[in-house]
């Protein structure tokens, strides 16, 4: 399974764009608190539409007690890493793959980076920003590990119009 993991989270429209992902994608989210707003937050529900409800999440009070409660190989997304995302093989579908960020004024704790720092990883980008926005980071590195596991049992056709929607 696939789970992406945000480490205090701090703006609502971000989180609720990653909801949406989540439940696009049958990927769990895991969020450590202390959360920057709370989950019946509107500006959460608007980034969310009406899909937060079909997302599968978990809260926990910290980052010891999401380790203590989750096993599987941990990948840390960081403008400090070197190696980059495409660099690593996610094509085992019988591992638990967490994909971790941070929050989005100062990332993921150093201290947490340095004790998985073979696991720290980044999204190449130039030296004209410093980060790119949390829920595009994350649909990159989300759709990178379901392109390797052959996008899993995702829809390759609209469900609403159907497959030949075009040839119509």
């Known amino acids: 399974m696939i789970h992406v993991v945000l480490i205090e989270p701090e703006i609502p429209q971000n989180t609720g764009n990653i909801m949406r992902t989540c439940a696009g994608t049958n990927t769990k989210l895991h969020l450590i608190k202390p959360l920057g707003f709370s989950l ?3 500006y959460l529900k608007r980034s969310g539409v009406n899909y937060i409800s079909k997302c599968n999440y978990e809260i926990y009070e910290n980052f010891d007690e999401f380790v203590n409660k989750n096993d599987g190989e941990y990948y840390f997304l960081t403008r ?8 690593y093989d996610y094509s085992n579908k019988d591992r638990n793959i967490y994909l971790i960020f941070g929050k989005e004024s100062t990332g993921i704790d150093k201290k947490i980076l340095q004790k998985y720092i073979n696991k720290c990883i980044r999204i190449p980008i130039n030296d004209n920003i410093r980060a790119l926005n949390l829920s595009n980071c994350v649909a990159i590195m ?3 590990v379901l392109r390797q596991q052959n996008f899993n049992d995702l829809l390759r056709y609209d469900p609403f119009k159907g497959e030949d929607y075009l040839l119509k």
């Open 80 to 87: 400090y890493g070197t190696k980059e995302y495409s660099s």
């Open 142 to 144: 989300l759709y990178e």
């Open 40 to 42: 019946d937050d509107k």
